[in-house]
């Protein structure tokens, strides 16, 4: 059992990145509270992102979560709804969903 254990994990453990440490900040500027985890199981897929309590209100302004690029705009009615992806200098791109509007 624990080989079995092993080999299904050990993908994770080659292909694991050192995630940057003191690198990003909170895109909001409220506690975080989550109401959706990465990987969560859905009724037809899995939750491919974190999703955050607001306590009821709306329209709270999205910060980068550090310095980038926008790299691409979505808008759907499906999925993320209103997107926006930053590309950041270190190779990783974060991903600001379910937007009722974007500033310039």
Do not use: C, W
């Not at 690029?69 to 990783?92: D, E, L, M, Q, W």
């Amino acid at each position: 059992m624990k080989f079995l254990l092993a080999f299904l994990f050990l993908p994770f453990l080659i292909y694991s990145q050192d995630f940057p440490q003191d690198y990003f900040q909170s895109p909001l500027l409220i506690p975080l509270d989550l109401s959706g985890s990465f990987g969560e199981l859905r009724s037809n897929h899995f939750h491919s992102g974190l999703d955050f309590k607001t306590k009821g209100v709306e329209g709270l302004p999205v910060y980068a979560a550090g310095d980038g690029y926008v790299s691409r705009i979505k808008i759907s009615v499906f999925g993320y709804g209103k997107a926006i992806y930053i590309t950041h200098p270190n190779g990783y791109t974060s991903v600001y969903g379910h937007l009722q509007k974007a500033n310039g």
